[in-house]
């Protein structure tokens, strides 16, 4: 995601912003506000999220408001590059949102190469089973934010037990778990990032309650983060790691039928093979 200002004049700014398939964001309600936006689609498929029907914007659409009476979700069905006009000047404040949360998930496959394009595709896949799961609004808004920030705890884990190739030790392991603690240490002070703080936390519990740090068990397991546990152990998988390599697709899919009603919650584990078909 990047974010060009263009013009400024007055109170408007004019800007370019270029978003990565499968992303989500939105624009908020304002009774209040008194400014002007305006986007108009430049390149790929956007579709705004309705409760009727979904809405497909290609090159050549464009939108605008002056208040919006509720949140407007979107969706990035093929990489798009957005123009938009805005007053009151908006860019700062999007910039350093935006900035943060892609200069967090960059900093953990910075440190942790194997890794690397890891929560791009969990994002992507964990939004699809979202969706399939009836998940919507903000609801789906914190799944992409968790999804894509699942792991920023690891940066606080040394890099020796994070690329360590032999099996880690109890001192080790005990380290490797707590980067989902670690994890809402760095984000929930984002007050934005508030609901997705509490998936990080749970992403590594069990559905049988086996799991860490809680040992939450079944619904006790918000489903967001139920949905990137999921994920999170294909991706792994199907990737080659530093103790071990990939595993093929049709043995991975095996893998979560297997753990289906132990790690993983049943329901999940078949939306979740049902957009692979779909992919």
């Not at 309600?29 to 108009?40: C, H, K």
Request: proline share 4%.
């Amino acid at each position: 995601m990047t974010l060009e200002l263009l013009a400024r004049r007055g109170t408007f700014e004019i800007m370019r912003q270029r978003i990565a398939e499968g992303k989500l964001f939105y624009l908020d309600p304002a009774s209040d506000w008194e400014g002007f936006e305006f986007l108009y689609i430049l390149r790929g498929v956007l579709v705004l999220k309705d409760d009727d029907q979904d809405v497909s914007l290609t090159v050549g659409d464009y939108l605008h408001h002056r208040g919006l009476d509720e949140r407007a979700y979107f969706r990035v069905e093929k990489e798009v590059e957005i123009l938009m006009v805005a007053s009151p000047p908006t860019f700062h404040l999007m910039r350093e949102e935006t900035q943060g949360i892609m200069a967090l998930a960059r900093s953990v496959e910075e440190k942790d190469p194997a890794t690397e394009g890891h929560c791009h595709r969990l994002e992507r896949l964990s939004l699809h089973t979202g969706e399939r799961l009836d998940l919507s609004g903000d609801d789906l808004v914190a799944l992409s934010d968790a999804a894509y920030l699942h792991d920023v705890g690891k940066v606080k884990v040394p890099e020796g037990i994070l690329n360590k190739r032999g099996a880690l030790d109890e001192a080790e392991r005990e380290e490797i778990e707590r980067h989902p603690a670690y994890g809402v240490e760095i984000i929930a002070g984002r007050r934005s990032l508030g609901a997705a703080a509490e998936l990080v936390a749970a992403h590594h519990e069990w559905f049988d309650g086996t799991g860490y740090p809680k040992g939450l068990e079944g619904e006790e397991i918000p489903l967001g983060a139920r949905i990137i546990a999921v994920v999170d152990a294909f991706d792994a998988m199907v990737t080659d790691r530093p103790y071990r390599p990939a595993m093929d697709l049709e043995r991975a899919r095996r893998e979560l039928e297997r753990c289906s009603g132990t790690q993983f919650d049943p329901r999940v584990v078949k939306a979740f093979l049902e957009v692979l078909d779909n992919e």
